[in-house]
């Protein structure tokens, strides 16, 4: 298992044991954290499962496709470490990984 935490907008933090293979969002749905909303079930077809990744996992994490900077367009607040969720893939290299929610999705 691999420890992923995801931070909620209000600061309450889910410290999670995720499957490699799977993505942070299908485990934000599974674990119901709020704001990840994933209106496309994970298609990269929304801009609803936006996230920040932690300054620190930005490099390991690793930069958006253009597919999903293309959706990132239609997401609010947009930084730099931006990133859909769906479109992190849990590996043993992310072991630790923080991600933060924003205030409201896309």
Not at 14 to 41: K, Y
Not at 43 to 61: F, I, L, M, Q, S
Not at 90 to 104: H, Q
Request: net charge negative; hydrophobic share 40%; charged share 20%.
């Amino acid at each position: 298992m691999t420890k992923l935490t995801i931070v909620a907008f209000d600061g309450t933090r889910h410290d999670l044991e995720v499957e490699p293979g799977s993505t942070v969002m299908e485990n934000a749905v599974r674990n119901s954290v709020p704001g990840i909303e994933a209106e496309c079930g994970g298609a990269c077809a929304c801009a609803t499962c936006h996230v920040y990744v932690d300054d620190a996992w930005v490099a390991a994490a690793g930069q958006p496709s253009p597919m999903e900077e293309d959706m990132l367009d239609f997401a609010v607040d947009v930084r730099p470490n931006s990133r859909l969720s769906c479109q992190i893939k849990i590996t043993p290299a992310l072991d630790g990984l923080v991600v933060n929610v924003p205030e409201r999705q896309g």
